[in-house]
């Protein structure tokens, strides 16, 4: 047979959250992909080098802007490493309040992820569903702190104010309905049969490989390797709540799918026990207005919806920090692209970015 | 607490095996090896591989510029037997290059991209060390402590 030479073609944009920021150049054979290198940079505000030019309260507003749809953790991630840094201890109060908010975080991710396999494949139906649903979150967010998307509400020391009453009531309520919209998307996209050939089988990778590559959070769970930090090295008051690390067993892309859609309903049930259990009290430790760490280095991680977010902070003594590095998940886990694509199809290209869940926001920093 | 309890026992041990190259700093949680830049792959390579430690995934790789020298930070945690340890190196301002780690750890790949381009450490071995996210004909290193923001030396 005849051997036919290999072509470039750039793809995309065509994730949502990739429009005009990720370029992925294949190297094809046919219609088979040789390579999928991944082009980023388009969107590096140089986030770690502002840092060094703030106080470390002023840094908080830009931890929002690297992952955008989880901006909660971004803040708890940031805040607990200060926190660890000057032995600062959180009330109870603003502990359960923490984490409720990026449990609620976690689903209004996953829900956006959900959207975007939808969009991806073609069913605009569920991205709509996965948004609207969404609202009903940012809805509660902008009760409790007046923005939607960048919040900035969990501070050094607690959260920035307490919650009015009707969000405790608004909350129970987005659980009680929480169970009907999940049935919704099961029975939309998990049980279409569209769904299941494109998903299944494709875009595999081992759970050994998962590891080597660096691969955390849902990517990895979903090829079956249990690693979650909220069990393993609980950070706050995780160690409080029952809840189960949903896990995959192929590792292709419709695990990767799955393990988000069941971690939908364990952070809808942390959430509730954290509502029963949320004791009164203040929010907020009496703190200096500007923070001075003695000189040291921390590394701090949580699970994000992404996978591992982790702050290195070096303090020289002063008060701003004298190096801030972000550990993005995303960034780390877009390394995976090129081996899982390789020997799969244009399409399934497609569908392995979606079930990666990468945030360029958080890929360039 | 545990769990740094583990982590002093391992860095005693360690330091008596690759003595001296190896010393401890820091204290409590900031507690770190730093080890010379030469036996940094013989070091990290067991532990990786050794069952007494099994770090099998390298969470963080970033780097630092002290302007007299940069350190090269790396986190590590072992899935098996959960404990996590963190490793420094450090190279001069100008040799500034360090043994790549992609040969032990893949996931090192993009980090240490990411490190040269912002920082300019290279890493030898490094299958693919190009820049990652700052232009291809940019010619600085934004993260280095010498860096300007604006050409006359004012700082944003």
């Known amino acids: 047979m005849p051997k036919t030479e290999t072509y470039t073609l750039n793809m995309g944009p065509q994730h949502p959250s990739t429009h005009g920021v990720l370029q992925v150049v294949l190297e094809l054979d046919g219609e088979r992909v040789v390579k999928a290198i991944p082009q980023m940079g388009y969107l590096h505000r140089g986030i770690e080098k502002l840092a060094e030019s703030r106080t470390y309260t002023q840094f908080i507003p830009y931890t929002d802007r690297l992952d955008y749809v989880s901006s909660m953790g971004n803040n708890l991630g940031y ?41 991806d494949l073609g069913a605009t139906t569920g991205m709509m569903f996965g948004f609207r649903d969404r609202e009903r979150i940012l809805d509660l967010f902008d009760m409790a702190c007046g923005a939607r998307l960048t919040y900035s509400y969990i501070r050094f020391g607690g959260v920035r104010e307490d919650v009015p009453a009707e969000f405790i009531e608004a909350t129970r309520q987005f659980l009680a ?46 090829s ?14 995780y160690d409080r709540f029952s809840f189960c690390v949903p896990l995959g067993t192929v590792g292709d892309n419709w695990d990767r799918y799955m393990v988000r859609m069941e971690e939908m309903q364990q952070s809808a049930d942390i959430i509730a026990q954290a509502l029963d259990q949320l004791p009164p009290g203040p929010v907020m430790t009496k703190i200096p207005k500007v923070l001075k760490p003695l000189p040291g280095d921390v590394y701090h991680r949580i ?9 290195y902070v070096v303090s020289d003594g002063s008060t701003k920090p004298y190096r801030i590095h972000v550990r993005r998940p995303s960034f780390i886990n877009l390394q995976a692209l090129n081996e899982i694509c390789q020997g799969s199809l244009i399409a399934d290209v497609v569908a392995i970015l979606a079930t990666l869940d990468p945030l360029m926001g958080e890929v360039d920093c | 607490m545990s769990k740094q309890m583990i982590s002093s026992e391992l860095f005693l041990r360690l330091q008596a095996q690759f003595s001296p ?31 007494n430690y099994q770090f099998n995934l390298l969470s963080n790789l970033t780097a630092v510029d002290y302007v007299e020298y940069f350190e090269v930070v790396y986190h590590l945690y072992s899935l098996p037997l959960k404990q996590s340890a963190t490793i420094k190196t450090r190279c001069t301002n100008d040799h500034a290059s360090v043994p790549s780690v992609t040969a032990i750890w893949p996931s090192a790949d993009f980090q240490e991209r990411e490190v040269y381009d912002l920082l300019g450490i290279r890493f030898t071995g490094h299958p693919n060390l190009l820049r990652i996210l700052m232009p291809d004909d940019f010619p600085e290193h934004p993260l280095r402590k010498a860096y300007q923001f604006t050409p006359d030396g004012e700082k944003g």
Not at chain 1, 198 to 204: A, H, N, P, V, Y
Not at chain 1, 224 to 237: L, Q, S, T
Not at chain 2, 29 to 37: K, M, P, R, T, Y
Request: aromatic share 4%; hydrophobic share 40%.
């Open chain 1, 79 to 119: 805040c607990q490493t200060i926190e660890k840094l000057m032995a600062i201890s959180v009330p109870e109060r603003a502990e359960y309040l923490r984490v409720i908010m990026t449990e609620l975080n976690r689903i209004a991710s996953h829900l956006i992820f959900m959207s975007s396999v939808a969009i």
């Open chain 1, 177 to 222: 309905d929480f169970p009907a919209m999940l049935t919704e998307h099961h029975t939309l996209l998990s049980g279409n049969e569209i769904l299941h050939h494109r998903l299944k089988g494709s875009g595999i990778i081992s759970g050994q490989r998962a590891v080597e590559t660096g691969l955390t959070g849902p990517t990895l769970r979903a």
């Open chain 1, 224 to 237: 079956g390797v249990d690693y979650d930090i909220r069990k393993i090295e609980p950070y706050g008051i």
């Open chain 1, 303 to 311: 699970e994000n919806p992404r996978g591992e977010l982790g702050y």
């Open chain 2, 21 to 51: 190259g190896v010393t401890i700093i820091g204290e409590h949680f900031q507690q770190a090896l730093l080890v010379e830049s030469e036996e940094l792959i013989e070091l990290l390579t067991v532990l990786k591989t050794d069952p």
